[in-house]
């Protein structure tokens, strides 16, 4: 087994997090008088930085953000969260994992608080020796910053033995950047050309294929 220490991306991931994203998304811009049915832009928010797809994708400003960002999580935070669900495989990828002594972490730009609730919810926590992403208050959002940071914490030298796992091009940047192997999966929301276009050490088509890969 190649790999010692598998980092998770979770929304595309582990998860469809498609529903609860997309709706949360739309009740927040409709606070803003904004009213959007392109399923294309309500879905390229899955998996990058909140307050970066806000501003890139609809323009709204620093004046503005917060609010925007206030609203999507009152509705996220009580409904949008649990309007999602495993990709078939994916605890049994896991169970695998375990069995071989591998250390599996959760490395994403969601908030950290939400994204354990989740895998609470669905009974995944249980295979996680660390979880870490993104804080409410903004900071640590970066994909590079919460890689660092879960590298950090294994405390281990060869990261040769890393690898991250995901379905943007976020995570491939954000493994690249901290010198470690990346996995692209295209049964999330990512395409090929971004993961070939960002450096992926590998790209698999199913989770069936995944497990392979880190199994092997």
Not at 35 to 64: M, N, T, W
Not at 109 to 119: D, E, F, G, N
Not at 174 to 195: H, P, Q, T
Request: glycine share 10%.
């Amino acid at each position: 087994m190649k790999y010692e220490y598998v980092l998770f991306d979770l929304d595309g991931t582990l998860t469809d997090p498609e529903e609860g994203i997309t709706q949360s998304i739309r009740y927040a811009l409709s606070s803003f008088g904004i009213e959007e049915y392109d399923r294309a832009k309500l879905r390229s928010f899955i998996g990058p930085p909140l307050k970066s797809s806000f501003q890139e994708v609809y323009g709204i400003g620093d004046d503005r953000i917060d609010l925007v960002i206030a609203k999507y999580r009152e509705r996220f935070a009580v409904k949008g969260l649990y309007e999602n669900a495993v990709y078939p495989g994916v605890e049994k990828l896991l169970v695998s994992l375990k069995g071989a002594r591998a250390s599996i972490a959760l490395a994403t730009s969601k908030p950290t608080v939400y994204a354990l609730r989740i895998l609470e919810h669905f009974g995944l926590d249980g295979y996680f020796d660390f979880a870490l992403g993104s804080e409410l208050n903004g900071t640590r959002t970066a994909k590079s910053d919460i890689v660092a940071d879960v590298i950090a914490h294994f405390a281990e030298a060869d990261r040769a033995k890393f690898v991250m796992v995901g379905d943007r091009s976020h995570d491939m940047v954000g493994a690249r950047s901290n010198g470690i192997d990346s996995i692209g999966v295209l049964y999330g929301y990512g395409l090929r050309d971004e993961f070939v276009a960002n450096g992926a050490t590998h790209i698999v088509e199913s989770v069936e294929e995944l497990s392979r890969l880190l199994c092997e």
